[in-house]
């Protein structure tokens, strides 16, 4: 799969071109348009078309595209996966990857960082390209040997798993979740590599969704 982007960093696109008979998932509701030909797999109760749901996309015998995009304005940042270092990704800024991409719910850092609980973060690894949805523009932040960052998860899009991280509490008087980030922040010290969004989605769902709106 190869992954060419276009209005960027306000208003994303990305068009995964697939090969013959190669596939790839995405959120259904990403979806703006393929190639003619690409069989659509929607795989959910009811066929709903709700950003949850996840679906394949495989292209022909002469291959195809399938063009994606985010709900919220923003970035698609396109992150190459080596099959040797994985990567932390904040959950529901995953947008499209190949099978040859896969989430590891039982990796060892989480231990230390969440306990017991599901965070607010999954580990990915393997091989090829794990299109990204940031909220905003995205911000690459290169830590150097014990260089040191603290991060509201709010902002957060994704950390290679080589970086040194410290969850805690931003004050006993509010409440704190590990499955959201709400009343956390984030320490990081380097070598490592940082994706930070520059809007809060939280934040603008809020707004979007306030007084005044019709909803």
Known sequence: MQVRTRHTPAFGVARLKLAPGEAVQADYASMIATSYGVVVDVRARGGS????????????AEGGWVDVAPALPGDVYPLELDGVNGWCVTRGCWLAAPATVRTDPQWAGFRNLFGAEPGFVEHVSGVGTLVLSACGTLDVVTLEQGELITVDPAYLLAYSEMTQSRLRAVSQSIAQSVRTGEGLLLDFAGPGQLLIQTRNARAMLAQLGGPGNGR
């Open 49 to 60: 078309r709700s950003r949850s749901v996840r679906a394949v996309f495989t292209a022909p």
